[in-house]
């Protein structure tokens, strides 16, 4: 399904991803284990840190230690922290039941297997000390994201690669604070993570070609299908998806079509899973409107595709942001 998540602000849509049904599997939680190796085999990555306990954090860290990596998921606060446990707990409990079905024991050993590869901090410097890659997804702000990344290009290993979950900021302006832009890239998860098979891997002018190959091994060892896109506005999905969700809202405001009829013939005319407007309360619709608010100003996307539509400028204004909010394009 060609989702675009956008990574949002912590939590957002915690209690209604969960809701929705996928056709793919879902994958791992997080706890403590102190016996982390420090060293890595081949120099490929064996260590990963994530900064980030909201969806798509704990998501990301579920995939990395389900499939055998160290994972470190790191918070300003523990009750950040106790949210991403809580959801990578729903998410394994599931797994476990899907894969291994009447299996509890099964089922036991593998909740727990995952367990044993992560552990949580709340320091955010002590949490990059034996990192091979670092991955951010934390809110969705350029400045932000850069007072993060300076900070541990300070205190993490020479040859630790960094990454940003982004799904619209340039990876070159928020890699620009750090001394290792060739060890900087954009590793762009889909929500949710663990069912979600594609990874979008973003090289910036100064990528390395060993940097991009740690990263295509690391997805593959999560078992997700990389793709690889030059650092332009919304990467592949986002830049497709985008603009074919603002249409969605100019064609309705046009009165050319009802909301529920654009989403009928989208999901059996077209054979999409959600129709637009289902996709863009489920992403939420300030989400949408930053992004295409973004592109605007940076005036790197004809100007067309991402002309202000006064229906979503208004939605948003009254507070009605899709499922996370109750009410967008539709009553929850």
């Known amino acids: 399904m060609a989702q675009f998540v956008l990574s949002s602000l912590r939590g957002n849509l915690t209690n209604n991803a969960t809701k929705i049904s996928f056709k793919t599997t879902l994958l791992r939680p997080l706890l403590l284990n102190n016996n982390f190796s420090t060293t890595s085999p081949n120099n490929g990555i064996q260590n990963i840190t994530v900064y980030g306990s909201g969806l798509m954090g704990a998501g990301i860290v579920q995939v990395a230690a389900q499939n055998g990596f160290k994972v470190t998921m790191v918070d300003i606060e523990q009750k ?10 729903k998410s394994l409990s599931r797994v476990a039941k899907k894969q291994f079905k009447d299996d509890e024991r099964s089922q036991k050993s593998f909740i727990e297997s995952t367990w044993s590869n992560i552990k949580t901090e709340i320091n955010s410097e002590k949490g990059a000390e034996n990192a091979d890659l670092i991955v951010e997804a934390i809110v969705e702000n350029l400045e932000t994201k850069q007072n993060l990344f300076k900070k541990l290009d300070n205190i993490a290993k020479p040859n630790t690669i960094f990454a940003s979950n982004t799904s619209s900021l340039p990876i070159s302006e928020i890699s620009k604070v750090t001394k290792r832009q060739d060890k900087f890239a954009g590793l762009h998860f889909f929500n949710p993570v663990p069912q979600m ?29 990389p793709v690889t896109c030059k650092d332009t506005p919304g990467f592949i999905v986002n830049r497709l998806l985008v603009p074919y969700l603002m249409e969605a809202i100019r064609l309705a405001e046009r009165g050319d079509a009802t909301v529920e009829d654009i989403d009928t013939a989208m999901k059996l005319g077209a054979g999409m899973p959600m129709g637009p407007f289902e996709l863009s309360d489920f992403v939420g619709l300030d989400t949408l409107k930053s992004i295409v608010d973004g592109w605007r100003r940076d005036g790197k996307v004809d100007a067309n595709l991402v002309s202000p539509i006064e229906k979503l400028d208004n939605l948003v204004k009254e507070g009605k942001l899709g499922r996370k909010s109750g009410v967008g394009f539709y009553n929850y």
């Open 197 to 225: 098979k594609l990874v979008e891997i973003i090289k910036n002018d100064q990528t390395s070609e060993d940097t991009y190959q740690n990263l295509i091994d690391a997805t593959k060892r999560m078992q997700k299908t």
């Open 80 to 89: 950040f922290i106790d949210n991403g446990k809580k959801i990578i707990d």
